[in-house]
């Protein structure tokens, strides 16, 4: 019998004091219903590592655009090696692509920000809706401090797949970036050798498709180097506004 989606175990895991915690009750009711899905950052690999550390065999996802770096690809396969896991890659619909590049060609995202938006939807956001139907537990590295956009996030909620309610649950909400590297460090989890490359005094702060994704200087906001192109305040079809959130979608339209 499905366990369920509801109030209360939102509010149970509301007010869980640890991310092991989160992970033994999520894993010991939903089993391959629940799933950890990670770009392979920093606060994603922390659960996978949790995850493994415990013996909670989670179903890892990776949303496959199949415009990553080629970096994050050896990276995924490091990660499988390290913890004994096989990573779903969860990749968007063959025609789907083929018809958004037909129509709008392969570098639509520079065209403006619906376009840009549009590719997510095909690449990220529609892959994203078939894996939830598989589940009833979503589980992210999501934290408060990446982005301003992601102040509100909430540690537990409750969404709705096409079909049925889906818990998102991110543990690490309140995890600050210091944090995540100290913890990273001092359990030696594998980390996207992006992450840690100095480009000429610039680095990598979050990790996407190459192209759309730059790394930012000192001083920049965590995303800024997301659609660098959408800074530039002479576009005047993109928005460089605040509510410009330099979101994918993923974690706001679903
Ligand atoms: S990040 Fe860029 S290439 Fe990747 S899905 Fe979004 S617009 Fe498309």
Known sequence: MNYPVDQRLCQEILLAESPQEILFSLFKRFKERAAIVTSGQLSGMV?????????????VCTLDTLRLFPETYDFF????????????????????VQEMISQHGEYLF??????QEYCCNIRKVRPMQRLLETLDVWITGLRRDQSDARKELRKAEIISSATHPVLKVSPLIHWTTDEVWQFVRDNEIPVNPLLETD????????????????????GEPNRAG?????????????DNTEEN??????????
């Open 77 to 96: 396969e490091k990660v499988e090696s390290r913890y004994g896991i096989q990573i779903e890659q969860i990749q968007p619909d063959p025609q789907e």
């Open 199 to 218: 480009v000429q005094g610039h680095y990598y702060e979050s990790l996407g498709c190459v192209i759309c994704t730059t790394p930012i200087k000192p």
């Open 226 to 238: 997301r659609w660098r192109w959408q800074n530039a305040t002479h576009a005047p079809e993109n």
């Open 110 to 115: 520079f065209d403006s920000k619906a376009k």
């Open 47 to 59: 659960m996978v590592h949790l995850a493994a550390e415990n013996q909670l065999p989670f179903r």
């Open 245 to 254: 959130t330099k979101e994918c979608g993923l974690h706001y339209s679903i």
